[in-house]
């Protein structure tokens, strides 16, 4: 039996020929190993928990995954977004303890606005690249939800990655870990994004960048797979 479960959670604000190209690549990725969906509008992806319209905002990210955890068995649970381009390399690591978040920092980033297309590697941990325990991240959750119970308690600059905020959540401090995947994945930054909505194309790109990447070529090819 495999040890991990992928969980996916998406708001379903990608346009469908996006979503074919990231769902395929996916699914690639992922070979044999199950994926559990929870998704604002149903899905035919792994199992799907159809949660509804509840609207898309970053505590909503992470009460879908909440939602995806609980329903999984394994030990060690992945995360995966809709607009994120996976290889089967990054699923094959595990966290080297049950207490610690693995963050894969062999993520580029491509921003769907930039002339000529590049891709650009951030250096930070973000929730797209995790693997964890699961019963550590449901641990984790739910004592983040009990503290802010109702979404206006909470500060959302804070609310984001595991391992990064807690101590200005006033909750339990959780260690992380780094880790290179042999192929990289790739987070798209369009305008569908939470991320877009909240800093534009005033993002900046990383300092370590390229035209070029192993095993998924140009920039200004994969750029195409979101028009």
């Known amino acids: 039996m495999n040890d991990l479960t992928i969980i996916y959670y998406s708001a379903n604000t990608i346009s469908p020929q996006f979503y074919e190209h990231t769902k395929n ?14 998704s604002h ?16 905002s970053n505590i909503n990210i992470y009460k879908q995954l909440l939602i995806g955890a609980k329903e999984a068995t394994t030990e060690y649970i992945a995360t995966a977004e809709d607009d994120t381009l996976y290889s089967a390399s990054h699923f094959t690591h595990r966290p080297t303890t049950t207490g610690v978040f693995a963050y894969n920092m062999n993520k580029w980033s ?21 693997i964890a325990p699961r019963k550590l991240l449901i641990e984790a ?28 959540l006033g909750v339990t401090v959780r260690e992380t870990e780094q880790f290179q995947s042999e192929i ?26 390229a035209f070029e990447l192993p095993y998924w070529g140009k920039a200004s090819d994969v750029v195409k797979l979101h028009q």
């Open 141 to 168: 959750l739910e004592e983040r939800f009990a503290k802010y119970p109702k979404d206006e308690m909470i500060q959302l600059r804070f609310w984001g990655e595991l391992g990064r905020y807690e101590k200005y």
């Open 184 to 209: 990289p994945i790739i987070m798209f930054n369009h305008p569908e994004s939470l991320n877009y909505k909240q800093q534009g194309e005033r993002k900046r790109l990383g300092i370590d960048r």
């Open 41 to 56: 509008k149903p899905m035919d992806l792994g199992k799907n928990i159809c949660v509804g319209d509840i609207g898309a």
């Open 110 to 130: 491509l921003f769907t606005w930039s002339e000529p297309p590049i891709f650009s590697n951030r250096g930070r941990r973000t929730l797209n690249a995790m």
């Open 25 to 38: 690549a996916l699914l690639k990725a992922a070979g044999d190993i199950s994926i559990i969906s929870v």
